[in-house]
C-alpha cells in the first residue's frame, strides 16, 4: 500500500510538471512576434531579380527601426523570463570559477617587466611595469577601469613604449565601431599630451629618436585601414607616408622584432607586400621588400645583416621559409631556407640570437621545433595528445635563450611555461587556476574523432565530456564551428563550458573546410566556388554523431557566430532537421547583399575569400548558399540570433532581416528569437564578467530546450 501511495505522489508530481510546462507554452504562444512592415525593393544584377522586403532596417538612424529592435529585444525578454534566474545563476556559477584578483606572467621588454592584472570585482585589466626588478615599485601604465567610467563599452586596443620608456601611445575605442583615438602619456608625470589623432584603426610604433610615431588611419565609411601617417609630437598636422589605394587591401605598420626596421605591411587574403624603413631614420623614404604579385604572400623577419621570409613562393601551398640579405630583397633573390613539405603546414617562426622557433602543423596537431643557428641542433617539443593547443606566446627579448609558450587542452587548464632552449629544462610560470575547488580533470574525457564527408573527405572533431555522460545515442551535444578566413579554432579549455560538460552535455569542435587545421589545401577547398564544402562538412559531422550512436535530432545543437554565422544560416536550411535548437551569434546572413556593397566595411577586402558577385559565376554561386535569400516556407528548429547595433564587421541589419523573414515564412511553432545588445559591436560586450553574462543567456537557451533548468 505504501508503494502504490509512493507511485501515485509520484504520478501526480509528473502530471503537475507536465501541466506546468503546458501553461508556460501556452503563456509564452500568447507573447506575439514581433511582426517587421514589409516594404519591397528590388535588387537587379545580371538580370536576376532579388525582392528585399526588409531593406529599410538598413538605416540604424532610423527610429522606426530602433524600435522594430527595441521590441525583437522585449519579446526575447517575455520569452526568456522564466529563465532569468537560471541565467543570474549560471553567470554567479561561470563567474565563481574565475580568479577575480588574477595577474598575467611578467615579461621583460627594454629594462622593465611588464604586468597585466586583474582586481576583484572589476571588470577591465591594470596594465603596470617594473623598472629591472619583479621587487621594484609598480608604476601604472593604465587602469582601463578608470578609463571606462561612463562608456557602457571600452576597448584599450594596444599601446606602445618609445624606446626611451617615458611616452607611451595607446588606443581606445568606447563604441565598439573599431575606431580608435590614439593618444600619448607620459609615464613619468602621468599626463595626457595634447597630441590627439581620432578615427585611428588602433596600432602605432615609435621611431628611435622617442618624438615620432607611425600609425595607421581608417577610411571613415568603409573602416578599411588604408594610409599610414608619421606624427611628430606636438605637431597641428601629421604627414601621409602610405596610402593604400587597391580597395582589396588593408594596411598596418609595426617595428621588426631586431628593433632595427619600421614595417608597413599591406594585405589582402591572397597578396602581401611589406615595406620598410630604419627605425633610426624616421624621415627617410619607406622602400618596397618585394612588389605585390597576385596569389604571392609572404610574411618577413629580421636577423642580423638578413630576412627570413615565410612564403608560399613557387606553389608553397603549406608554406616554406627563405631568406634575403637587406640589401636587395626583391624575391628573385630569396633563397631556399626550409623547403615546403606537403604535409606540415608552417605557420610562424620565432628569432632569438641563437635559436629559430618554428610554429608547424601536421595532421591538424600544433608543433614547435627548435633549431640553433649554427645547425648543431634541432627538437620538437613533445605533446602527448590529439585535443591541445601548444603556441609560443610573449617573446619579445632576443638575446636569451628562454622560449615561452602556452599550452592547453580541452580538459587541461592553461598553463605559461619557459623553456630553456639550450638545457631542454622548462619552468611552469602560471597554470589557469579554476576555483571553486570541484573541478578536477580526470572528470572529463577528450578524444579526436573523424568523420566521413559526403564527397570522401574526413573531417575531425575534437570533443569533450564528463566521464558520466553515457553516450547512448540520447546524450545532448554542442557541435562548434568557424571555418573561414583560414582561421583554425583549436581544442581549448575553457572554464565557462564546464557548466554545458557538468549537465551532461557533450562539447564538439568540427575543424570544418575553410579553416587551416589540415593545412593550407584544407583552408583553399572550403572558399570562393567550394565554400559549400564548409556546409557540407558540418551537416556530415552531425549526421556522424547521430549515426554512431552519440545523440539523436532532438539533442543536437549547433553553434557559430560571425562567418560560422553564416554557417548556422546555411546548415539550418540544408538540414533543419538534424537540429533541436541553433545559436547563430552576430551571423553573416545576407551574403550576396553584402558583397554587392562596397560601402559596408571589410567588403572589398572580402572578394578572394567569397568571390566578387559583380561576376556572375560567383552571384550564382553566392545566391545558391546565402542564408538570407534561402530561407524557405518549411520547418526549422529552435533558434536563438544575437548581434550588436554598432557591429561594424557583420552589421545588425543582416541578422534583424533575417529573423523578419523566418518569422514571415517558416512553418513550425519552434522558438526564433533575437537579442540585439544596443551598446556594443561585434565582439559584444567589453568587460570580462559581462561577456559572460551573454554566454550565460545563450547555455540558457540550450540547457531550456533540454529540460535542465534547475
Same mark, same amino acid.
Given at each position: 500500500?505504501a ?10 508530481g509528473?502530471?503537475?510538471?507536465a %501541466?506546468?510546462?503546458?501553461?508556460q507554452?501556452?503563456d509564452m504562444s500568447?507573447?506575439?512576434a514581433?511582426?517587421?512592415?514589409k516594404?519591397p525593393?528590388e535588387?537587379?544584377?545580371?538580370d536576376d531579380v ?7 532596417m538598413?538605416?540604424r538612424?532610423d ?19 522564466h529563465t532569468?534566474?537560471?541565467? *543570474?545563476?549560471l553567470?554567479?556559477?561561470?563567474k565563481s570559477?574565475?580568479k577575480e ?5 611578467p615579461y621583460?621588454?627594454?629594462g622593465y ?7 576583484v570585482?572589476k571588470?577591465? $585589466? ?7 626588478s619583479l621587487?621594484?615599485?609598480?608604476e601604472i ?5 578608470v578609463?571606462a567610467?561612463g562608456?557602457? +563599452?571600452?576597448?584599450l586596443?594596444s599601446f606602445?613604449i ?6 607611451a601611445?595607446?588606443?581606445?575605442d568606447?563604441?565598439?565601431r573599431?575606431k580608435?583615438t590614439l593618444?600619448i602619456?607620459?609615464l ?6 595634447p597630441? =590627439?589623432?581620432?578615427?585611428t584603426? &588602433?596600432?602605432?610604433v ?7 610615431i +607611425?600609425y ?6 568603409t573602416?578599411?585601414?588604408?594610409k599610414?601617417?608619421k ?7 601629421d604627414?601621409l ?6 580597395e582589396?587591401?588593408g594596411a598596418?605598420?609595426y ?5 632595427k626596421? %619600421? ?6 587574403t591572397?597578396?602581401?607586400e611589406f ?17 605585390r604579385?597576385? &596569389?604571392?604572400?609572404y610574411g ?10 615565410l ?5 608553397a601551398t603549406?608554406f ?7 640589401g636587395?630583397?626583391?624575391a628573385e633573390?630569396? =633563397?631556399?631556407f626550409?623547403?615546403?613539405r606537403?604535409d606540415v ?5 620565432d628569432? #632569438?640570437?641563437e635559436?629559430y ?5 601536421k595532421?591538424g596537431l600544433?608543433e614547435?621545433k ?5 645547425? *648543431?641542433d ?6 602527448d595528445?590529439?585535443?591541445y593547443?601548444a603556441n609560443a ?6 638575446d ?6 602556452r599550452?592547453? *587542452?580541452m580538459v587541461?587548464p592553461?598553463?605559461?611555461i619557459?623553456?630553456?632552449?639550450k638545457?631542454?629544462?622548462?619552468e ?6 579554476v576555483?571553486g575547488g570541484?573541478?578536477? =580533470?580526470?572528470n572529463y574525457?577528450e578524444?579526436?574523432i573523424w568523420?566521413?564527408?559526403?564527397d570522401?573527405?574526413k573531417v ?5 565530456y ?13 557541435q562548434y564551428a568557424y &571555418?573561414s578566413?583560414?582561421?583554425?579554432i ?9 557548466s554545458?560538460?557538468d549537465?551532461g552535455f557533450?562539447?564538439a ?6 579553416g587551416q ?5 584544407w583552408y ?6 567550394k565554400?559549400k564544402?564548409?556546409f557540407?562538412?558540418f551537416v556530415d559531422?552531425?549526421?556522424y554523431?547521430?549515426s ?7 539533442h ?7 562567418? &560560422?554565422?553564416?554557417l548556422?544560416g546555411a546548415?539550418?536550411?540544408?538540414? $533543419?532537421e538534424?537540429y533541436n ?8 546572413v ?7 556593397d ?5 567588403t572589398?577586402?572580402?572578394y578572394?575569400?567569397?568571390g566578387?558577385?559583380?561576376?556572375k ?7 545558391s548558399?546565402?542564408?538570407y535569400?534561402?530561407v524557405?516556407a518549411k520547418?526549422? $528548429? ?5 548581434s550588436?547595433?554598432h557591429?561594424?564587421q557583420?552589421q ?9 523573414k523566418?518569422r ?5 511553432d519552434n522558438i526564433?528569437?533575437f ?6 559591436g561585434h565582439?559584444g560586450a567589453s568587460?570580462? #564578467?559581462? *561577456?559572460?553574462?551573454?554566454?550565460? =543567456?545563450e ?7 533540454e529540460g535542465?533548468?534547475?
Amino acid at each position: 500500500m505504501a508503494q502504490m501511495v509512493k507511485f501515485k505522489i509520484v504520478l501526480l508530481g509528473c502530471l503537475t510538471f507536465a %501541466i506546468s510546462c503546458q501553461n508556460q507554452k501556452n503563456d509564452m504562444s500568447k507573447t506575439e512576434a514581433p511582426v517587421a512592415k514589409k516594404v519591397p525593393k528590388e535588387l537587379v544584377k545580371h538580370d536576376d531579380v532579388r525582392v528585399d522586403n526588409y531593406y529599410w532596417m538598413n538605416d540604424r538612424e532610423d527610429q522606426e527601426v530602433i524600435a522594430h529592435l527595441e521590441k525583437e529585444n522585449a519579446y526575447y525578454a517575455e520569452m526568456t523570463r522564466h529563465t532569468k534566474d537560471f541565467q *543570474s545563476s549560471l553567470f554567479e556559477e561561470m563567474k565563481s570559477r574565475i580568479k577575480e584578483d588574477d595577474s598575467s606572467v611578467p615579461y621583460k621588454q627594454n629594462g622593465y617587466w611588464y604586468i597585466t592584472r586583474y582586481e576583484v570585482g572589476k571588470e577591465y $585589466p591594470v596594465y603596470s611595469r617594473k623598472k629591472e626588478s619583479l621587487d621594484a615599485e609598480e608604476e601604472i601604465l593604465f587602469d582601463c577601469n578608470v578609463l571606462a567610467e561612463g562608456h557602457e +563599452f571600452f576597448n584599450l586596443s594596444s599601446f606602445s613604449i618609445s624606446p626611451d620608456n617615458t611616452l607611451a601611445a595607446f588606443s581606445v575605442d568606447t563604441v565598439s565601431r573599431r575606431k580608435y583615438t590614439l593618444q600619448i602619456k607620459n609615464l613619468i608625470t602621468g599626463e595626457l599630451l595634447p597630441d =590627439k589623432v581620432d578615427n585611428t584603426s &588602433g596600432n602605432s610604433v615609435w621611431a628611435d629618436d622617442n618624438t615620432t610615431i +607611425f600609425y595607421s588611419k581608417q577610411d571613415d565609411v568603409t573602416l578599411r585601414s588604408d594610409k599610414i601617417f608619421k606624427h611628430k609630437l606636438g605637431d597641428a598636422e601629421d604627414t601621409l607616408v602610405y596610402n593604400e589605394e587597391d580597395e582589396t587591401f588593408g594596411a598596418y605598420v609595426y617595428k621588426s622584432k631586431s628593433k632595427k626596421y %619600421i614595417i608597413i605591411a599591406s594585405y589582402s587574403t591572397l597578396t602581401t607586400e611589406f615595406r620598410t624603413l630604419k627605425a633610426s631614420d624616421p624621415n627617410g623614404e619607406f622602400k618596397v621588400f618585394s612588389p605585390r604579385t597576385r &596569389g604571392l604572400e609572404y610574411g618577413i623577419s629580421h636577423y642580423e645583416n638578413d630576412f627570413y621570409v615565410l612564403t608560399n613562393k613557387d606553389g608553397a601551398t603549406n608554406f616554406k621559409l627563405m631568406k634575403v640579405a637587406e640589401g636587395d630583397t626583391a624575391a628573385e633573390n630569396w =633563397k631556399e631556407f626550409i623547403p615546403h613539405r606537403a604535409d606540415v603546414l608552417l605557420e610562424g617562426m620565432d628569432i #632569438f640570437k641563437e635559436f629559430y622557433v618554428l610554429s608547424e602543423r601536421k595532421n591538424g596537431l600544433n608543433e614547435i621545433k627548435i633549431v640553433r643557428w649554427d645547425g *648543431s641542433d634541432s627538437y620538437y617539443l613533445p605533446f602527448d595528445n590529439e585535443t591541445y593547443t601548444a603556441n609560443a606566446t610573449t617573446n619579445p627579448d632576443f638575446d636569451t635563450e628562454i622560449l615561452r609558450y602556452r599550452y592547453n *587542452s580541452m580538459v587541461t587548464p592553461s598553463s605559461i611555461i619557459d623553456f630553456n632552449m639550450k638545457t631542454q629544462e622548462k619552468e611552469i610560470k602560471k597554470e589557469q587556476e579554476v576555483l571553486g575547488g570541484e573541478f578536477d =580533470k580526470e572528470n572529463y574525457i577528450e578524444k579526436r574523432i573523424w568523420a566521413p564527408a559526403r564527397d570522401g573527405a574526413k573531417v575531425p572533431m575534437s570533443i569533450v565530456y564528463h566521464k558520466d555522460t553515457k553516450l547512448d545515442g540520447n546524450v545532448p551535444i554542442l557541435q562548434y564551428a568557424y &571555418g573561414s578566413y583560414g582561421a583554425t579554432i583549436d581544442p581549448y579549455f575553457s572554464t565557462v563550458r564546464l557548466s554545458l560538460l557538468d549537465r551532461g552535455f557533450v562539447y564538439a569542435l568540427a575543424h570544418v573546410r575553410g579553416g587551416q587545421y589540415l593545412g593550407r589545401p584544407w583552408y583553399e577547398d572550403g572558399k570562393l566556388l567550394k565554400k559549400k564544402n564548409t556546409f557540407n562538412d558540418f551537416v556530415d559531422c552531425s549526421k556522424y554523431l547521430i549515426s554512431e550512436n552519440y545523440t539523436n535530432p532532438e539533442h543536437l545543437y549547433a553553434m557559430g557566430g560571425s562567418a &560560422g554565422g553564416l554557417l548556422m544560416g546555411a546548415v539550418v536550411n540544408m538540414a $533543419p532537421e538534424l537540429y533541436n535548437g541553433i545559436v547563430a551569434s552576430v551571423p553573416f546572413v545576407d551574403v550576396v547583399t553584402t558583397m554587392l556593397d562596397d560601402s559596408i566595411p571589410l567588403t572589398t577586402g572580402e572578394y578572394d575569400e567569397w568571390g566578387n558577385p559583380n561576376k556572375k559565376e560567383y552571384y550564382d554561386y553566392m545566391k545558391s548558399y546565402s542564408p538570407y535569400d534561402q530561407v524557405a516556407a518549411k520547418g526549422y $528548429p529552435n533558434m536563438l540570433v544575437t548581434s550588436g547595433l554598432h557591429d561594424s564587421q557583420v552589421q545588425y541589419f543582416e541578422p534583424a532581416k533575417w529573423v523578419a523573414k523566418l518569422r514571415d515564412i517558416k512553418t513550425d511553432d519552434n522558438i526564433l528569437l533575437f537579442d540585439i545588445n544596443m551598446d556594443t559591436g561585434h565582439g559584444g560586450a567589453s568587460g570580462r #564578467f559581462e *561577456s559572460l553574462k551573454e554566454v550565460a =543567456k545563450e547555455y540558457a537557451f540550450l540547457l531550456d530546450l533540454e529540460g535542465k533548468i534547475d
